[in-house]
């Protein structure tokens, strides 16, 4: 009796141990996955029309295939707006620009899901007129409400605005789009291409094992210039 009681001492902090071994290296694996990932950033306008038709149709590319399986897209919704010294917002499209980029950060603050973070962002691009419906069909509309209307959503812009201008090096237009805090520059149109080059993880994408991706898209930048001057 003596030896038996005295096996299951010691059998249980050998399974508690393993046990901990086991939930530390699983906790190390997700971690791993996790900083495998490519840092997408995107720094736009909510009027730019460059900015509405890359976010419409480039952008959509990631959540229409598993490439966001290997992705972490953040937006940023400021652009080439201006902070004054009153904290006063001046945006390159005018007033009404300033409302929606407002509108979007606070789409971004309560939707906290990739895919409807997407999903509302790109509804209010598709037609900027119809951004009530969008707010609507986002099934948190009471929230993104409160938001907007409130000092929060001038307080997601604040914050916007120090990532932008904290940008190395400074961006010079919009959509201005990083990987992994390297400026895309002229090729954010093969976007898949150039986020399955930047994947340095083991779970490649279907997507990215084909060569057509990778030809070189030589296509006209379309931007709109940081100092540049628009006609409202």
């Known amino acids: 009796m003596a030896s038996s009681s005295s096996t ?5 902090p050998c399974l508690f141990l393993a046990c901990l071994f086991l939930f530390t290296f699983s906790n190390n694996l997700i971690v791993a996955e996790k900083s495998d990932k490519v840092k997408l950033n995107l720094y736009y306008e909510s009027l730019c029309p460059y900015c509405q038709n890359f976010i419409v149709h480039d952008l959509g590319k990631i959540f229409d295939s598993d490439l966001l399986k290997i992705t972490d897209l953040k937006l940023v919704p400021f652009g080439n707006a201006h902070v004054s010294n009153n904290l006063t917002i001046t ?7 300033c409302k929606l980029n407002a509108l979007e950060a606070c789409g971004i603050r309560t939707l906290p899901d990739p895919k409807l973070q997407y999903k509302f962002i790109q509804c209010v691009e598709k037609d900027t007129n119809e951004w009530g419906s969008c707010v609507k069909k986002s099934g948190r509309e009471k929230s993104i409400n409160d938001c907007y209307n409130g000092d929060l959503s001038k307080k997601l812009i604040i914050g916007y605005a120090k990532q932008t201008s ?9 959509p201005w789009v990083t990987l992994n805090g390297k400026p895309l520059y002229d090729n954010y149109h093969n976007l898949v291409a150039q986020i399955c080059k930047a994947y340095k993880g083991k779970a490649l994408p279907k997507l990215c094992s084909s060569s057509a991706l990778f030809e070189r898209k030589v296509s006209k930048l379309q931007v709109s210039y940081v100092d540049e001057v628009i006609n409202h």
Do not use: I
């Open 8 to 12: 299951k001492f010691v059998l249980f």
């Open 91 to 97: 945006c390159q499209h005018g007033e009404e620009e």
């Open 166 to 174: 904290s940008l190395k090096p400074k961006h010079e237009y919009v």
